[in-house]
């Protein structure tokens, strides 16, 4: 049940577990406006998410539908996709394949046979030319158009045309090296959930940067603690003593327009005590701003990335329940630094996964204390936590917004003092934020 008592209603006033909804059913009280009044009040008077958002079963299942059901889910690399070949992926409670064609187009089906409903692949395999159903044969193309229905015709069916049994379709979609899914076709197109962001990031040419290692292991933590954890720099001083030698606390700014992700700045990213991330050679063609910083962008709901001028760190969050994610990692290196050798590339490597151990650690004890405490949730730092925010409400517009007309896709700062909340002027801000705040005085753009 969600958690209630006295600490709760002082702050949120009465939360009732469940109330009646216009239909006369029980609803749960998170798909109610009144569960999110510490996340809808305004940065300054805000909080962060109950407990129960972390730690309960029911809010997990229905996150799993108003969520994974219906955004744009990271499934994995676009380089995963490849002819002859099938990938198998899970958005929220439904399985889903994915296809490319002899001609490089991306296809996506749900993981069901049009005959009798049969799960047609378990796990990530080649297929060749055909998608195949392994209890009665019927085969599909790659396009998942019904091509073979073996002794089907022994003896004729009335106007049975295999054209109008076709593999139900998903849509699917890239974005630099990434590979999104979504199961709703009233949600707009990648390129208007992801806002200004390819725009923004284009100067690294991400379509180009190759896959260097894969890890995956599982984490002992909600996937939307991981995601926080990465969108704040409060706690980058006292649980990552070394990584804040190259990511300085004062040395961060905002990074975010339009779209569905949450973003945030190093400039520069230093060298002169640990120089982890400058060991490999930079990618050809980065822009003044690009060249000296780290962008670290959370893309709702699931995948993180941290973009430098020679690496990108990936991590895909993958929920499997509420105190379990199943996270994906993998290094990307431009062109110019895709021969590296193994000891070149040893210090990064290094690097992230003394990083990741460390947040690891940390999230953990997050989700012990959420659930063991499950005390109410406490004010975010306005300099900190603008991401936490941004994201909360992107979270919340989904839980409460049966139609995905009805989501808002959040705008970006609007470069004013305001916006910067206790930090100055970017010293190297990027090039589309140069251009969005030309017309405010010389100060510059935003941080956070």
């Not at 603008?386 to 470069?415: C, K, S, W």
Request: hydrophobic content about 35%; aromatic content about 10%.
């Amino acid at each position: 049940m969600p958690f209630d008592c006295g600490l709760n209603r002082a702050i949120y006033g009465t939360v009732t577990p469940m109330k009646i909804d216009v239909a006369g059913e029980f609803a749960p009280a998170w798909r109610n406006d009144t569960f999110w009044n510490g996340t809808r009040a305004p940065l300054r008077a805000s909080t962060g998410l109950h407990p129960d958002a972390y730690t309960n079963p029911d809010f997990f299942t229905d996150e799993q539908q108003a969520v994974f059901e219906r955004a744009w889910v990271c499934v994995g690399l676009a380089a995963d996709a490849a002819p002859g070949r099938v990938l198998v992926r899970s958005l929220g409670r439904r399985s889903i394949l994915i296809t490319r064609n002899t001609d490089g187009e991306l296809n996506g089906f749900l993981n069901t046979c049009r005959h009798r409903g049969t799960e047609l692949y378990a796990d990530d395999c080649e297929v060749g030319s055909t998608l195949r159903c392994p209890y009665h044969k019927w085969g599909y193309s790659l396009d998942g158009d019904l091509k073979a229905t073996p002794l089907f015709d022994e003896v004729p069916r009335d106007e049975f045309d295999r054209a109008d049994f076709a593999l139900a379709p998903v849509r699917v979609a890239t974005w630099g090296v990434l590979l999104f899914a979504c199961l709703d076709d009233t949600t707009p197109p990648l390129l208007e959930w992801l806002g200004d962001l390819p725009k923004r990031m284009a100067g690294y040419g991400l379509d180009d940067w190759q896959p260097r290692l894969t890890q995956e292991l599982d984490i002992n933590a909600n996937w939307k603690l991981i995601s926080e954890n990465f969108q704040e720099y409060y706690h980058l001083t006292w649980v990552h003593p070394e990584l804040s030698k190259v990511s300085r606390v004062d040395d961060h700014y905002r990074y975010q327009g339009s779209g569905m992700y949450c973003g945030q700045t190093t400039t520069p990213v230093s060298g002169d005590e640990r120089d982890d991330w400058l060991s490999l050679p930079p990618a050809d063609g980065l822009d003044e701003s690009d060249s000296v910083s780290g962008r670290f962008v959370a893309i709702f709901p699931n995948v993180l990335l941290s973009v430098l001028p020679n690496h990108v760190f990936v991590m895909q969050l993958d929920p499997v329940e509420p105190g379990l994610t199943r996270e994906t990692c993998t290094w990307l290196l431009p062109k110019s630094g895709a021969d590296a050798s193994d000891e070149a590339f040893e210090p990064t490597r290094t690097f992230w996964l003394d990083v990741n151990t460390e947040d690891i650690d940390i999230v953990e004890r997050g989700q012990r204390g959420l659930t063991r405490g499950a005390v109410p949730p406490g004010p975010l730092a306005p300099r900190f936590e603008e991401p936490l925010h941004r994201f909360q409400n992107m979270l919340a517009d989904l839980m409460t917004r049966p139609n995905m007309g009805d989501v808002q896709i959040p705008d970006g700062d609007d470069g004013s003092d305001e916006s910067r909340l206790g930090t100055g002027p970017n010293p190297s801000p990027a090039t589309i934020d140069v251009v969005r705040f030309a017309h405010l005085p010389s100060s510059g753009p935003s941080g956070p």
